[in-house]
């Protein structure tokens, strides 16, 4: 790409964040994101994150991490701390081995969903558990409603059926209506849509956003186009409209637009 090239590109970008932003939308193209390519971790960050800094890409709203990890065979992330944050892992491929100081011990895998509350501290790692494949997984972030609960882990495995050509819901503030709990006022929903199919979603709390991110395949939502490993949030709104347009996975994510631990 040519410096001029590369101009332009980031004059359209600022531009398509100003209208973004007139309009209570933000659009996050996968290209966008950044990057930190170890070799035995390539990792993808939409929100600032490690060595990657953007200053208008720190967070939405509470949702203030979104990871889109490759992990290499028997590899992994060794002992580290965290605390105050709600973490969410959703393995997309694999197998990812877990590890703290809590005392559990588990492997996560497609279909299953974990969260950790790491309120006053936790100590954790991470590895793909395999020796001959890789393990792909998102790694989220939520700023609590909470300061320093105690740390608590849980993970559920879910009916993936359950989630096609409508929104299923795996992460809420109290458990009902299924998936894991966070110390938040956020919901977040996996669908698996058919071609052409149509998936309105109703906010559940006011003044909550909704940020979206596609897995695979391409979508419309409020008339925007997204297509796999772009993300689209929005905000001031009570329901978005989704259409399908191919055969297409996505992540919804509502959380708190203004909020305070």
């Known amino acids: 790409m ?23 939308t933000v659009f996050h193209p996968a290209d966008s994101r950044g990057q930190a390519d170890h070799g035995w971790l390539n990792s993808y960050h939409t929100f600032s994150f490690g ?17 889109d990890d490759t992990v290499e065979a028997g590899m992994g992330f060794g002992t580290h701390p965290h605390d ?3 973490i969410i892992s959703i393995p997309l491929e694999g197998d990812l081995e877990h590890k703290d100081s809590m005392g559990n011990v588990a492997v996560i895998k ?16 991470e590895y793909n558990k395999n020796k001959d494949r890789r393990v792909k997984f998102l790694q989220i972030w939520v700023f609590p409603n909470k300061r320093n609960v ?29 998936g894991v709990w966070i110390h938040q006022d956020a919901w977040f929903h996996l669908g698996h849509f058919d071609k052409r199919i149509s998936a309105p979603y109703t ?8 940020y979206a991110f596609v897995l695979s395949g391409s979508v419309t939502i409020n008339g925007q186009m997204l297509n796999i490993r772009d993300g689209f949030g929005i905000w001031n709104t009570d329901a ?22």
């Open 51 to 67: 060595h990657w800094y953007d200053p208008e890409r720190i967070h939405f709203g509470a949702l203030r991490v979104l990871n």
């Open 110 to 125: 497609h279909g299953d969903v974990q969260v950790m509350s790491a309120g006053t501290g936790i100590f954790h790692s």
């Open 203 to 210: 906010l559940k709390k006011q003044g909550n956003g909704v």
């Open 84 to 86: 105050n944050m709600e």
């Open 150 to 178: 105690k740390p608590r882990y849980d993970q559920i495995t879910l009916n993936t059926e359950d989630r096609h050509n409508r929104w299923q819901q795996i992460v809420s503030p109290d458990g009902e209506g299924g």
């Open 2 to 24: 040519t410096m001029e090239l590369k101009e332009e590109v980031i004059v359209e970008r600022k531009q398509e964040r100003k209208k973004s932003i007139m309009s209570n």
């Open 240 to 261: 978005i409209t989704m259409k399908d347009e191919s055969d297409a996975e996505v992540l919804l994510m509502e959380v708190p637009m203004n909020f305070s631990a």
